[in-house]
């Protein structure tokens, strides 16, 4: 789903009718199951919307009942798409992945020894595409968290393991600008 130039993975495609005004309401399969809630609707096409999948609406309804916030988890890098231009310019075999730009000091990031340049090609099994795909997935993660990193770094590729922390909402204003 990619409207206004942003880009959200990991919804359920539907044909149940969601109009505006009643997003939020479930969405169910033929047996009566919740499988997910319904969310947006795609306005240039009839009939098409999107609905999150059950199993991530209760990992948010756990975070509030727990926490009575949503905590974002925070690794401590900032990352661009890796484009052929790029693999070009700075010599990598890869032309898929991300780009680490900046290591944020004292993260688990830096802690695990990830430096920029690296490229990261695969978070926890699945391979990275894109930059919003990256912060995508690593939403999907709370804090505690042990994520795994195949990252490429000098013709070699490596693994990283590093465990997710608490967003730190001090450094919010500073980490909104990179």
Do not use: C
Not at 44 to 65: H, T
Not at 70 to 81: A, C, H
Not at 96 to 109: C, I, N, Q
């Amino acid at each position: 789903l990619n409207p206004h130039g942003r880009t959200y993975y990991h919804f359920i495609q539907t044909d149940a009718s969601i109009n505006p005004g009643n997003s939020g309401g479930p969405l169910l399969n033929i047996s009566g199951t919740l499988i997910g809630i319904n969310t947006a609707i795609y306005g240039k096409a009839q009939g098409i919307g999107f609905a999150i999948p059950i199993s991530r609406a209760k990992r948010i309804v756990e975070e509030l009942i727990s926490h009575g916030t949503v905590e974002s988890p925070w690794v401590g890098l900032v990352v661009q798409t890796l484009t052929p231009d790029l693999a070009f310019h700075f010599s990598l075999n890869y032309n898929k992945g991300v780009l680490v730009r900046t290591v944020e000091a004292a993260s688990p990031a830096s802690q695990a020894g990830f430096q920029p340049g690296d490229v990261i090609i695969s978070l926890n099994g699945k391979t990275i595409r894109s930059s919003e795909e990256y912060r995508q997935r690593e939403r999907g993660y709370q804090s505690g968290d042990s994520l795994r990193f195949r990252i490429s770094r000098q013709e070699k590729e490596f693994i990283f393991s590093v465990t997710a922390a608490h967003f730190p909402f001090e450094k919010a204003d500073d980490l909104m600008w990179r």
